[in-house]
T-cell receptor, first 113, second 108 residues
Framework: SAVISQKPSRDICQRGTSLTIQCQVD?????MFWYRQQPGQSLTLIAT?????????ESGFVIDKFPISRPNLTFSTLTVSNLSPEDSSIYLC??????????FGPGTRLTVL | GIQVEQSPPDLILQEGANSTLRCNFS?????LQWFHQNPWGQLINLFY???GTKQNGRLSATTVATERYSLLYISSSQTTDSGVYFC??????????FGQGTRLTINP
């Protein structure tokens, strides 16, 4: 299984600011995924990040709000821009591991005041 | 898009009990996975099981792809089994669609 780390583990941000979340994997992977989990809810895919190309966003998520970088095969960042209280969520990155199983990072818990 | 429904939404059991969690999906899939989210928020991959049966210790899972459902069995529950169990299916290109989860509480 892949070992995934995320930074920061949690943060409290003011309305109107931005937060950049880092995701680091211990092996090279083709695709990395970013998910959002709103309080008490399930996970929703935000986008797929491929190295060397633009991220692919799911319906309801736009690049201006959630810009993503993928500079190499082990690292990605997700920025949540122009924060509002509705952005308070857990943000998780994931990768495909052995046997087509998907593995998740520990998540970043964001609170927007 | 594909719909994923899990039941029951909540389940409260005593330590030592057995449980069965169900996942129904609305279309054929080539990838179904079960996850456990512990009380600290960490998601643990339990099974990749697009069809058939797998077992891992006290946990086992069965997927009947032709009837579009999957079951997760937990035997001899322990308090550490508490948390939310999600099933997720692949809507293409390894993009997972998650069900709403079953919140399991195991009381000592």
């Amino acid at each position: 299984s892949a070992v995934i780390s995320q930074k920061p583990s949690r943060d409290i941000c003011q309305r109107g600011t931005s937060l950049t979340i880092q995701c680091q994997v211990d092996s090279q992977v083709t695709m990395m995924f970013w998910y959002r989990q709103q309080p008490g809810q399930s996970l929703t895919l935000i986008a797929t990040a491929n190295q060397g190309s633009e991220a692919t966003y799911e319906s309801g998520f736009v690049i201006d709000k959630f810009p993503i970088s993928r500079p190499n095969l082990t690292f990605s960042t997700l920025t949540v821009s122009n924060l509002s209280p509705e952005d308070s969520s857990i943000y998780l990155c994931s990768v495909d591991g052995t046997g087509r199983r998907q593995f998740f990072g520990p998540g970043t818990r964001l609170t927007v005041l | 898009g594909i719909q994923v429904e899990q039941s029951p939404p909540d389940l409260i059991l005593q330590e030592g009990a057995n449980s069965t969690l169900r996942c129904n999906f609305s279309d054929s899939v080539n990838n179904l996975q079960w996850f456990h989210q512990n009380p600290w928020g960490q998601l643990i991959n339990l099974f990749y099981i697009p069809s058939g049966t797998k077992q891992n210790g006290r946990l086992s899972a069965t997927t009947v792809a032709t009837e579009r459902y999957s079951l997760l069995y937990i035997s001899s529950s322990q308090t550490t089994d508490s948390g939310v169990y999600f099933c997720a299916v692949d809507q293409g290109a390894q993009k997972l669609v998650f069900g709403q989860g079953t919140r399991l509480t195991i009381n000592p």
